[in-house]
């Protein structure tokens, strides 16, 4: 069985509110999204989902960290759970020495191929490797969609307290996770 990694923020304040937001301090922070290219306060929530063919993802492991957290360091605490199985992630989780780790319980993790330095294109083996990968991991992406579609979840700009966020992300979380379960049950 294949499992897939990725994480999505969790936004309580977005661009020019991020820097003076307070709102949870106990876990949030000013942390920047790259694929949406802003700088929001907030989370990142975190799942670790089995792949199955046709269907989303069902997660095996959610958590939150904060939006500063480097992406890596979820799949670093949690990888000693990771036994007899292919994980596929994105460039963010690119670690020789985890990798040796994933290796040595008789996972592997399988990650886009990242240019060196000065590197202008991929080779073409890189290229239809990092494709490859993509396309493998792209349910991950679709369970993301599917969860902000259903919930919101993203926009936590109502929240006003640390057991706030947490209602605001378990409660969305909990009704996704019904919701794929009747899903998956039909």
């Known amino acids: ?36 290219k802003t700088y929001y306060y907030g989370v990142k929530l975190h799942i670790l989902a089995f792949r199955r063919c046709g269907r989303l993802p069902l997660p095996d492991y ?26 596929y992630a994105d460039k963010a989780y690119i670690d020789e020495a985890l990798s040796q780790l994933l290796s040595q319980q008789g996972s592997s993790l399988n990650t886009p191929v990242k240019k060196k330095k000065g590197q202008k294109e991929l080779f073409l ?15 991950i992406e679709s369970l993301f969609n599917w969860i902000h579609e259903k919930t919101g979840i993203q926009v936590a700009s109502k929240v006003r307290s640390f057991r706030g966020l947490m209602v605001h992300v378990f409660g969305k979380i909990t009704v996704a996770m019904m919701l794929l379960s009747m899903i998956f049950n039909s």
């Open 1 to 36: 069985m294949i499992r897939l990694i990725d994480s999505m923020p969790i936004m309580i304040a977005k661009a020019q509110r991020s820097g003076s937001a307070k709102v949870a301090g106990e876990l949030a922070n000013k942390g920047y999204n790259s694929t949406k």
């Open 62 to 87: 959610i958590g939150l960290t904060p939006a500063s957290e480097a992406d890596i360091n979820v799949l670093k605490n949690i990888s000693e759970d990771i036994h007899l199985t292919p994980v």
């Open 125 to 139: 083996f890189q290229s239809a490797l990092s494709t490859l990968i993509s396309q493998v991991r792209q349910p």
